[in-house]
Protein backbone atom coordinates (compact mmCIF):
# COMPACT_ATOMS: atom_id res chain seq x y z
CA UNK A 1 0.00 0.00 0.00
CA UNK A 2 1.56 3.30 -0.91
CA UNK A 3 0.38 4.59 2.66
CA UNK A 4 -1.51 8.06 3.28
CA UNK A 5 -1.74 10.34 0.25
CA UNK A 6 -2.32 13.86 0.42
CA UNK A 7 -2.84 16.64 -2.25
CA UNK A 8 -1.29 19.25 -2.68
CA UNK A 9 2.29 19.00 -0.96
CA UNK A 10 2.30 23.14 -1.03
CA UNK A 11 -0.18 25.48 -1.90
CA UNK A 12 0.37 29.11 -1.71
CA UNK A 13 -2.46 30.85 -2.08
CA UNK A 14 -3.78 34.75 -1.43
CA UNK A 15 -6.08 35.53 1.55
CA UNK A 16 -9.69 35.43 0.44
CA UNK A 17 -9.16 32.59 -2.00
CA UNK A 18 -10.31 28.86 -1.73
CA UNK A 19 -8.37 26.07 -0.64
CA UNK A 20 -9.19 22.43 -1.02
CA UNK A 21 -7.07 20.21 0.67
CA UNK A 22 -7.35 16.32 -0.79
CA UNK A 23 -6.70 12.87 0.97
CA UNK A 24 -6.90 9.45 0.30
CA UNK A 25 -6.60 7.02 3.21
CA UNK A 26 -4.73 3.49 3.34
CA UNK A 27 -7.07 0.78 2.20
CA UNK A 28 -9.92 -0.73 4.39
CA UNK A 29 -8.95 1.49 7.34
CA UNK A 30 -12.41 3.07 8.23
CA UNK A 31 -11.38 6.26 10.51
CA UNK A 32 -10.16 9.38 8.92
CA UNK A 33 -8.81 11.95 10.77
CA UNK A 34 -7.53 15.72 9.90
CA UNK A 35 -4.89 17.83 11.89
CA UNK A 36 -3.67 20.98 11.75
CA UNK A 37 0.12 21.71 12.98
CA UNK A 38 1.67 25.05 13.72
CA UNK A 39 4.53 26.01 15.89
CA UNK A 40 2.51 27.60 18.51
CA UNK A 41 -0.33 24.76 18.88
CA UNK A 42 1.39 21.30 18.22
CA UNK A 43 -0.81 19.09 16.66
CA UNK A 44 -4.48 19.91 16.48
CA UNK A 45 -7.17 17.28 15.97
CA UNK A 46 -9.72 18.93 13.54
CA UNK A 47 -12.17 16.63 12.22
CA UNK A 48 -12.35 13.22 12.34
CA UNK A 49 -14.80 10.17 10.47
CA UNK A 50 -15.71 6.89 10.85
CA UNK A 51 -16.69 4.88 7.95
CA UNK A 52 -17.23 8.21 6.06
CA UNK A 53 -19.65 9.57 8.50
CA UNK A 54 -18.19 12.72 10.61
CA UNK A 55 -17.72 11.61 14.28
CA UNK A 56 -15.97 14.91 15.71
CA UNK A 57 -15.87 18.40 14.07
CA UNK A 58 -15.11 20.41 17.00
CA UNK A 59 -11.92 21.34 16.19
CA UNK A 60 -12.39 22.95 13.34
CA UNK A 61 -12.14 26.61 14.06
CA UNK A 62 -14.42 28.44 11.89
CA UNK A 63 -17.23 27.76 9.71
CA UNK A 64 -14.85 28.64 7.10
CA UNK A 65 -13.30 24.94 7.33
CA UNK A 66 -15.67 22.22 6.14
CA UNK A 67 -14.60 18.48 5.57
CA UNK A 68 -16.26 16.31 3.63
CA UNK A 69 -15.82 12.30 3.13
CA UNK A 70 -17.95 11.13 0.01
CA UNK A 71 -16.47 7.79 -0.30
CA UNK A 72 -14.28 5.56 1.63
CA UNK A 73 -11.44 6.32 -0.24
CA UNK A 74 -11.33 10.28 -0.30
CA UNK A 75 -11.20 13.25 1.74
CA UNK A 76 -11.46 17.18 1.39
CA UNK A 77 -10.81 19.54 3.62
CA UNK A 78 -11.73 22.49 2.24
CA UNK A 79 -11.23 26.19 3.93
CA UNK A 80 -13.45 29.45 2.33
CA UNK A 81 -12.14 31.82 2.39
CA UNK A 82 -9.32 31.71 3.53
CA UNK A 83 -6.89 34.08 6.04
CA UNK A 84 -3.09 34.36 6.77
CA UNK A 85 -3.93 32.72 10.36
CA UNK A 86 -4.51 29.38 8.12
CA UNK A 87 -0.81 29.20 7.32
CA UNK A 88 -0.06 25.23 8.48
CA UNK A 89 0.84 22.40 7.70
CA UNK A 90 -2.36 20.23 7.18
CA UNK A 91 -1.97 16.40 8.20
CA UNK A 92 -4.43 13.58 7.39
CA UNK A 93 -4.52 10.27 8.92
CA UNK A 94 -6.13 6.85 9.15
CA UNK A 95 -6.51 3.82 11.14
CA UNK A 96 -8.07 0.72 11.53
CA UNK A 97 -9.81 -0.15 14.15
CA UNK A 98 -11.20 2.97 14.87
CA UNK A 99 -9.33 4.21 18.10
CA UNK A 100 -7.42 1.34 18.72
CA UNK A 101 -4.63 0.91 16.50
CA UNK A 102 -1.86 2.92 14.99
CA UNK A 103 -2.54 6.55 13.22
CA UNK A 104 -1.07 6.36 9.85
CA UNK A 105 -0.03 9.75 9.11
CA UNK A 106 -0.02 11.23 5.07
CA UNK A 107 3.15 13.65 4.00
CA UNK A 108 1.17 16.57 4.86
CA UNK A 109 0.20 19.69 3.17
CA UNK A 110 1.98 23.42 3.55
CA UNK A 111 -0.82 25.89 3.45
CA UNK A 112 0.52 29.97 3.00
CA UNK A 113 -1.71 32.55 2.49
CA UNK A 114 -0.20 35.58 1.85
CA UNK B 1 -12.34 14.78 27.91
CA UNK B 2 -8.44 13.69 27.74
CA UNK B 3 -5.18 16.03 28.00
CA UNK B 4 -2.26 14.99 27.77
CA UNK B 5 1.12 17.43 28.90
CA UNK B 6 4.33 16.91 27.98
CA UNK B 7 7.91 18.24 29.17
CA UNK B 8 10.60 19.65 27.92
CA UNK B 9 9.08 21.62 25.10
CA UNK B 10 13.37 21.36 24.02
CA UNK B 11 15.87 19.12 25.47
CA UNK B 12 19.88 19.13 23.92
CA UNK B 13 21.50 16.51 24.88
CA UNK B 14 25.34 15.45 23.66
CA UNK B 15 25.65 12.64 21.68
CA UNK B 16 25.98 9.27 23.57
CA UNK B 17 24.15 10.81 26.38
CA UNK B 18 20.29 9.77 27.53
CA UNK B 19 16.99 11.40 26.30
CA UNK B 20 13.96 11.41 28.75
CA UNK B 21 10.39 12.67 27.79
CA UNK B 22 8.09 12.56 30.44
CA UNK B 23 3.93 12.88 29.93
CA UNK B 24 1.11 12.83 32.38
CA UNK B 25 -2.33 12.32 31.52
CA UNK B 26 -5.78 13.32 33.08
CA UNK B 27 -8.55 10.34 32.30
CA UNK B 28 -7.85 7.02 33.64
CA UNK B 29 -9.72 5.14 31.59
CA UNK B 30 -6.46 6.03 28.74
CA UNK B 31 -5.41 2.58 28.12
CA UNK B 32 -2.89 3.15 24.79
CA UNK B 33 0.36 5.29 24.77
CA UNK B 34 2.15 5.87 21.68
CA UNK B 35 5.13 7.88 21.03
CA UNK B 36 5.37 9.77 17.50
CA UNK B 37 9.22 10.50 16.02
CA UNK B 38 9.17 13.68 13.25
CA UNK B 39 11.90 14.22 11.31
CA UNK B 40 12.20 17.88 9.94
CA UNK B 41 9.79 18.32 7.29
CA UNK B 42 8.50 15.06 7.77
CA UNK B 43 5.18 13.12 9.25
CA UNK B 44 4.97 11.83 12.42
CA UNK B 45 5.62 8.24 12.83
CA UNK B 46 5.10 5.55 15.34
CA UNK B 47 8.16 4.35 16.97
CA UNK B 48 6.66 2.66 19.96
CA UNK B 49 3.59 2.55 21.73
CA UNK B 50 3.03 1.27 25.65
CA UNK B 51 -1.12 -0.12 26.72
CA UNK B 52 -2.09 -0.08 29.80
CA UNK B 53 -1.60 -3.86 31.19
CA UNK B 54 2.03 -3.20 30.72
CA UNK B 55 4.38 -1.46 33.05
CA UNK B 56 7.72 -0.90 30.76
CA UNK B 57 8.16 -1.69 26.82
CA UNK B 58 11.71 -1.84 25.62
CA UNK B 59 12.88 -1.58 21.76
CA UNK B 60 16.95 -1.65 21.56
CA UNK B 61 17.67 1.94 22.16
CA UNK B 62 14.19 3.17 23.33
CA UNK B 63 12.22 2.41 25.98
CA UNK B 64 8.92 3.33 27.57
CA UNK B 65 7.20 3.33 30.83
CA UNK B 66 3.91 3.65 32.25
CA UNK B 67 2.89 5.32 35.67
CA UNK B 68 -1.10 4.26 35.69
CA UNK B 69 -1.68 5.37 39.34
CA UNK B 70 0.36 8.50 38.99
CA UNK B 71 -0.90 8.89 35.17
CA UNK B 72 2.47 9.11 33.73
CA UNK B 73 4.94 8.00 31.02
CA UNK B 74 8.31 8.31 29.74
CA UNK B 75 10.27 7.64 26.76
CA UNK B 76 13.79 7.18 27.24
CA UNK B 77 16.35 7.08 24.65
CA UNK B 78 19.87 5.71 25.54
CA UNK B 79 22.94 6.25 23.36
CA UNK B 80 21.56 9.07 21.39
CA UNK B 81 22.39 9.38 17.92
CA UNK B 82 22.61 12.61 15.78
CA UNK B 83 19.83 11.06 13.84
CA UNK B 84 17.31 11.30 16.99
CA UNK B 85 17.22 14.66 16.66
CA UNK B 86 13.51 15.22 16.00
CA UNK B 87 9.94 16.70 17.69
CA UNK B 88 8.87 13.77 19.45
CA UNK B 89 4.78 13.71 20.45
CA UNK B 90 3.34 11.36 22.95
CA UNK B 91 -0.29 10.51 23.09
CA UNK B 92 -3.06 8.98 24.86
CA UNK B 93 -5.81 7.29 24.00
CA UNK B 94 -9.38 6.39 25.64
CA UNK B 95 -12.36 3.98 24.15
CA UNK B 96 -12.92 4.85 21.02
CA UNK B 97 -11.98 8.18 21.13
CA UNK B 98 -9.14 10.06 18.73
CA UNK B 99 -5.46 9.91 20.16
CA UNK B 100 -4.71 12.94 22.26
CA UNK B 101 -1.37 14.31 21.75
CA UNK B 102 1.06 16.47 23.67
CA UNK B 103 2.81 19.48 22.44
CA UNK B 104 5.69 18.16 21.48
CA UNK B 105 9.34 17.48 22.73
CA UNK B 106 12.55 18.91 19.90
CA UNK B 107 15.11 17.28 20.45
CA UNK B 108 18.81 17.81 19.76
CA UNK B 109 21.80 15.47 19.90
CA UNK B 110 24.71 17.65 19.75
CA UNK B 111 27.78 15.64 18.07
Known amino acids: DAGVIQSPRHEVTEMGQEVTLRCKPISGHNSLFWYRQTMMRGLELLIY????????DSGMPEDRFSAKMPNASFSTLKIQPSEPRDSAVYFCASSFPPGTGELFFGEGSRLTVL | GENVEQHPSTLSVQEGDSAVIKCTYSDSASNYFPWYKQELGKRPQLIID?????GEKKDQRIAVTLNKTAKHFSLHITETQPEDSAVYFC??????????FGKGTRLSVIA
Open chain 2, 91 to 100: AALSGNTPLV
Open chain 1, 49 to 56: FNNNVPID
Open chain 2, 50 to 54: IRSNV
